[in-house]
């Protein structure tokens, strides 16, 4: 089994409004509050059980920055050792990161390239 990496330390700035993973391998990925919500992995957000998909919609990089209730985080929390959980001022708390859907997330240059 490959060793996929795991995030090592995880901070939300508020004020910037940006979700920072410093990952097991040492790569760093800034998400803005915004690109998190659009790719909220939840059922609902993506129209469905059978669209839920191990990797985010492409068109979510595309997507201008939002600043509502909706794109305001309001609490992270783990998911055993796997995941996490997000929510947002509107209520809604549905989506489950995994550490594959966060990396692949990434929207740094490296790995959009
Ligand atoms: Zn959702
Ligand atoms: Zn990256």
Partial sequence: MI??????????????????????D???????FSLLRHACP?????GGHDKMGAEPDPGVFALPDEDSPTTHLSSIEGVGAYALTIGWEDGHHYGIYNWHYLRALCPCPECRS
């Fill in 42 to 46: 939840c059922a609902e957000c993506r």
């Fill in 3 to 24: 060793d996929a990496p795991k995030p090592t330390n995880v901070t939300a700035n508020r004020i910037m409004q940006v979700m920072s993973i410093t990952w097991s």
């Fill in 26 to 32: 040492g790569h760093q990925s800034m998400y803005s």
